[in-house]
C-alpha cells in the first residue's frame, strides 16, 4: 500500500461515515418541515449571537412566534431530538392572530452544544401548535463579535489566530468573527455575551440602543468583557449616546480628541494580543482603535 493509499484512508472512511448521518438529518428537517406545515404556529428559532453557539458561557435563545389564525397563549419549550427532557422553557406569551412575537432567553452553552439537534416547540397546553428544528454551532476557538450596520470589519478579519504556551506545548486557537448588524438583534442581559472572547464596536453606537441592551454589553464590559471600540471621527460621540452612559468609566481608556486614533499607537494587534501572541494582522490598523 502506497503512503498517498495510506493517507486517503482514513478521509474515505469519514466521508463515508457522514453519509449516513447527512441523509439522516435530510429526512428529520422534511419530517419537521411537513408536520410544521400543518400547525398554526410558525417557530423560526436562532441559537446564540449571530447564529453561533459558544462552547462556554451561556447561548442566547431567540425565538420568533407567528399565529396564523386566532389569538392564543403558548410557550415554548426547547429539548434534544433525542430525549424527552426539555432544555428551556420560555414564556407563556400571548399570541394576537398574524402579529409576530419574539421570546428570548439563556441557556448553558455545554447543554446546547452537547444536545445536537433541538425541537423548538410552541405549545399550547399539552398541545403542541409549532415546531421547527435548530442546531448548535459551537464549531470554533474563539468569537470576536462585530456590532455594525454594515455586517463588515474595518479591515479583514477572516484570519485571526493566536498562540498560546500551555505547559509544555503550544496551543493554537482560531477566531470566528461573527456579525450583528440590526438594533433589534443586541441582546438584553449581559449573559448573552458570555460565550465571546471580545466585541468590537463598529458602525452601530449610533443607533438607538434600548436600555436593556446598553445595560447588557455595558454589565458585560463591568464583569471584564473585552469591548474594542472602532468608530473613526464619531467616537467622541459615544460618551452623549445611551450605549455611552451605560458604559460609564468604562469609556475613560477612549480619548476625548474626536480625530481618529493613529494606527501606530493602537491596531487591532495590540487590541487582541492579550489572548496571546498573533499569527495574523500584521500591520492591521483599523481607523479608530481603543482597547477597553
Known amino acids: 500500500m502506497s503512503a498517498t493509499t495510506r493517507n486517503l484512508l482514513p478521509l474515505l472512511l469519514a466521508l463515508l461515515l ?9 429526512d428529520l428537517e422534511r419530517e419537521i418541515a411537513a408536520q410544521a406545515a400543518d400547525l398554526p404556529v410558525s417557530v423560526t428559532p ?14 442566547s ?4 412566534l407567528t399565529s396564523r389564525d386566532e389569538a392564543r397563549e403558548v410557550r415554548v419549550v426547547l429539548r434534544p431530538v433525542e430525549g424527552e427532557a426539555p432544555l428551556l422553557e420560555l414564556g407563556p406569551v400571548t ?10 432567553g439563556l441557556a448553558p452553552a455545554r447543554l446546547i452544544s452537547d ?4 425541537l423548538v416547540e410552541a405549545m399550547s397546553g399539552e398541545t403542541r401548535v409549532g415546531v421547527a428544528l435548530a442546531y448548535p454551532d459551537p464549531s470554533y476557538d ?9 455586517s463588515a470589519p474595518p479591515v479583514d478579519l477572516s484570519k485571526i489566530q493566536t498562540r498560546q504556551t500551555a505547559g509544555r506545548g503550544v496551543r493554537e486557537d482560531s477566531w470566528l468573527t461573527a456579525s450583528i448588524a440590526r438594533a433589534d438583534e443586541l441582546p438584553e442581559n449581559p449573559l448573552a455575551y458570555t460565550g465571546v472572547n471580545a466585541v468590537l464596536l463598529g458602525d452601530l453606537s449610533d443607533v438607538r440602543w434600548s436600555s436593556a441592551q446598553a445595560a447588557a454589553l455595558a454589565g458585560w464590559v463591568a464583569r471584564g468583557g473585552h469591548l474594542i471600540v472602532s ?8 460618551r452623549k449616546s445611551e450605549l455611552g452612559r451605560a458604559l460609564g468609566t468604562g469609556l475613560d481608556p477612549l480619548p476625548v480628541d474626536p480625530a481618529p486614533i493613529p494606527g501606530s499607537q493602537v491596531t487591532l494587534r495590540r487590541a487582541l494580543s492579550r ?4 499569527s495574523e494582522l500584521e500591520g492591521v490598523s483599523p481607523p479608530a482603535l481603543a482597547p477597553l
Open 61 to 64: 435563545v431567540q425565538v420568533d
Open 115 to 118: 444536545a445536537g439537534a433541538l
Open 231 to 238: 468608530l473613526g471621527a464619531r467616537a467622541s460621540g459615544l
Open 142 to 150: 474563539r468569537v470576536l463579535l462585530l456590532l455594525d450596520r454594515h
Open 275 to 278: 489572548f496571546g501572541a498573533l
Open 18 to 26: 457522514a453519509a449516513p448521518l447527512r441523509a439522516d438529518d435530510e
Open 95 to 104: 399570541l394576537e392572530a398574524g402579529a409576530p412575537r419574539r421570546v428570548r
Open 46 to 59: 436562532r441559537l446564540g449571537l449571530a447564529d453561533k453557539t459558544p462552547r462556554r458561557g451561556f447561548v
